[in-house]
T-cell receptor
Framework: RKEVEQDPGPFNVPEGATVAFNCTYS??????FFWYRQDCRKEPKLLMS???SGNEDGRFTAQLNRASQYISLLIRDSKLSDSATYLC????????????FGSGTRLQVQP | ETGVTQTPRHLVMGMTNKKSLKCEQH?????MYWYKQSAKKPLELMFV???????ENNSVPSRFSPECPNSSHLFLHLHTLQPEDSALYLC????????????????FGEGSWLTVV
């Protein structure tokens, strides 16, 4: 089983739609969670951290479910500029000492 | 604009060449990383440096040789690569050494696109 798994998509949604991505992780010792965004042929950029109680940043909401070992990202009122690949990232703060990335979920927002 | 700069942005090299990728971070961070991103694969961690010392080598072939002369600079020396090594090589940095602070995030450079012919 992969350490971090994501549905590769693509998710094709119209502008204004609400879309949600899930990501599962295999190691229950994982402590830190993030969503990164990667545009085509660009570097990944931090979108938001994911906190235990869930957190929101404008149109983006991230949630963590430790019992089921998954995190989610909800995007409301999708914009064309949201089209990108969204990477789920986890970090064990003990043992292996760097971030582990999922393969990413591709989102295409259509006019 | 990025606090992590990589050069060259694009590199084409033959299998017998020796070349180097350079990374510089202007963020005052203490940890630096090399990641590899191949088509349709997740980012693969290659090396981690913490305060100039290598703390992780993720079973990377010896044809890739990292060098970290100080906390702000990181090199990846390339020698006798194979075509399957063609990929985007991403340098990154973080404030704290990996594994010490919950929520420690990393920042990437724009990457070096490498093609081995």
């Amino acid at each position: 089983r992969k350490e971090v798994e994501q549905d590769p998509g693509p998710f094709n949604v119209p502008e204004g739609a609400t879309v949600a991505f899930n990501c599962t992780y295999s190691n229950s010792a994982s402590q830190s969670f993030f969503w990164y965004r990667q545009d085509c042929r660009k570097e990944p950029k931090l979108l938001m951290s994911v906190y235990s109680s869930g957190n929101e940043d404008g149109r983006f909401t991230a949630q963590l479910n430790r019992a089921s070992q998954y995190i989610s990202l909800l995007i409301r009122d999708s914009k064309l500029s949201d089209s990108a690949t969204y990477l789920c990232v986890v970090n064990r703060d003990t043992g292996r000492r760097a971030l582990t990335f999922g393969s990413g979920t591709r989102l295409q927002v259509q006019p | 604009e990025t606090g992590v700069t990589q050069t060259p942005r694009h590199l084409v090299m033959g299998m017998t060449n020796k070349k180097s990728l350079k990374c510089e971070q202007h963020l005052g961070h203490n940890a630096m990383y090399w990641y590899k991103q191949s088509a349709k694969k997740p980012l693969e961690l290659m090396f981690v440096y913490n305060f100039k010392e290598q703390t992780e080598n993720n079973s990377v072939p010896s044809r890739f040789s990292p060098e970290c002369p100080n906390s702000s600079h990181l090199f990846l020396h390339l020698h006798t690569l194979q075509p399957e090594d063609s990929a985007l090589y991403l340098c990154a940095s973080s404030q704290d050494p990996p594994g010490t602070v919950t929520g420690n995030t990393i920042y990437f450079g724009e990457g070096s696109w490498l093609t081995v012919v």
